[in-house]
């Protein structure tokens, strides 16, 4: 583990903690098979991103309820909601280095669960009596559901355009972090700039997040990673690394590319001659280059809040984004 | 077609026409493929049962806005969501005649086009600005959800009791009722009494309707169902014709009945033989008897409500749901 994300998770430690209780608590599943997929999906090494800016962004605003615990685990059901449809949709089989929950049980009953938490998520955003809350809830699972449709749809697409990219990982990630920031100024009745704020802030970091996940498929190693290496490329997720380097390689590098990229069956040999060419036609360099520049724009946001610690854990998060390695 | 459903159908003509409009309406699909699958569920011949509750409801309680028909989307796209995500549990093959969404479309799109429809809906009750609907549509998808996993866990179970079997349609279907009925009591500011008589009559109704609906499987011809004859059986649903027969057959009978009910490749004579069983141990007699308590039970709770035509259709809606034929 790296220096800053120790320093992180110190900081952070007790409200982690704090997130942890809240999770099992407000889960209330009737049925045990439906318990288990929850915890399967739930309760196996996520980061708790989300629910933790929702704490932070909460704090931030000066808010000294205990309802933010709460309403933190909206987004972390609606991420595993998303994770748990997701994964039929991908045909993925790793997830954290763990079979994907639809491989143990039957697609129907993870679409199921996947409702499920969903409709916990609901629950508790009626619970805060904020119609703002439960329309950010709305915005979300539309965005979530319909980026995923586009990313089905533009699967094993070489010809796909940044700006294409772009749309899904925005509707796929952004939307869910900046809502994860945004909820929490409506919990403390933050000034209506906060609220913007937190919102650009939760955006531009979801965009930085996105952006360096896609990248670990083709900087990390597997076993690190959880999952199998060229997982994105296997499933047809052609990414910004991908796209940049392809629009910049010449027209014999790219058709060399495309083919692997297009065949399925791609050995770890075909798979390290691809790696090579996103470095040399600087795909990972411009999506590093990208990258930054969110991250950059999440911390500008935070700017009209005054120096604190919270306001710093927010800023270090924005640079983590970038550095993590899984 | 028969006196009463097209007496039904004279009477709230307009209404029927006013929902198809805000059906298209408040779709808002942004790609084609969303829009062409949530259009096949949505626009292929559904009786628009739910959103009629709500529109009558309301009108009912005096409401004389314009919003009644926008919240009544609410309740078919949540429907037309949880059809998409149980015709893939369902593994069916056919509804209303026409191929499931999942044959023609790739089960992970359909997925999360019911998403996508979830969320439409939400985004409406999020309109309403009352919490109180919002917690309606959560504990509706929260009951239908985990009401399709415990059918699903009852699947092929010969020892499935009528109490169990209740649990499973309440939390399928009679809690949809109910919250179609209840949001509009909402919207309408009606009084406690009457909105908890118009929970009270969706309830029942539910319960009379689905117990309606499982009794087709075994006494109405394929074609004029749309799916296939024994559809249920051969899904392993058990319900309650089967389950009160099974529970006064004499020892002999019973085992031959399982051992139908377990071959999910029985043939048209072994569904004949059933049939017969189902009639001679009144399993058919019994269902009816319930679902016509059921349905008294819903016209009673609509009492506190003085004699108007809204109320006589409501009326006739309840005893329309035992006579139907499809």
Request: net charge neutral; aromatic share 8%; with cysteine.
């Amino acid at each position: 583990m790296n220096k800053r994300k120790k320093e992180i998770l110190n900081a952070v430690k007790d409200d982690l903690e704090a997130i942890e209780k809240a999770l099992q608590h407000h889960l209330q599943p009737h049925l045990e098979l439906v318990s288990q997929i929850a915890h399967h999906i739930l309760f196996s090494g996520g980061k708790r991103l989300r629910p933790l800016l929702t704490v932070l962004s909460a704090r931030l605003c000066r808010y000294t309820g205990s309802f933010d615990k709460t309403l933190s685990c909206v987004f972390e059901y609606l991420h595993a909601a998303t994770l748990l449809h997701d994964d039929i949709v991908d045909a993925a089989t790793l997830r954290r280095g763990k079979p994907v929950a639809h491989l143990t049980w039957e697609n129907s009953t993870v679409v199921l669960v996947g409702d499920f938490l969903l409709a916990r998520s609901l629950s508790i955003a009626a619970q805060t009596g904020l119609p703002e809350i439960v329309e950010i809830i709305a915005y979300i699972t539309e965005n979530m559901s319909q980026g995923e449709i586009r990313q089905m749809l533009n699967k094993n697409r070489v010809d796909l355009t940044e700006a294409e990219y772009l749309e899904v990982i925005q509707a796929k990630t952004a939307v869910l972090f900046q809502g994860a920031c945004r909820a929490s100024a409506l919990i403390a009745k933050a000034l209506p700039d906060e609220e913007a704020a937190l919102a650009n802030y939760g955006y531009n970091l979801g965009l930085a997040f996105q952006m360096a996940d896609d990248l670990l498929d083709y900087t990390t190693d597997s076993a690190v990673l959880g999952k199998e290496p060229g997982a994105d490329l296997k499933e047809g997720k052609v990414t910004l690394p991908v796209i940049y380097a392809l629009k910049k390689a010449d027209a014999k590098t790219r058709l060399q590319m495309e083919s692997i990229i297009i065949n399925k069956d791609f050995n770890t040999e075909d798979f390290e001659t691809l790696r090579l060419f996103l470095k040399k036609y600087k795909g990972i360099e411009y999506t590093i280059k990208q990258a930054t520049q969110y991250a950059a724009n999440a911390k500008d946001a935070l700017a009209i809040f005054e120096p604190s610690p919270t306001k710093q854990i927010l800023i270090d998060v924005a640079d983590y984004a970038l550095l993590r390695k899984t």
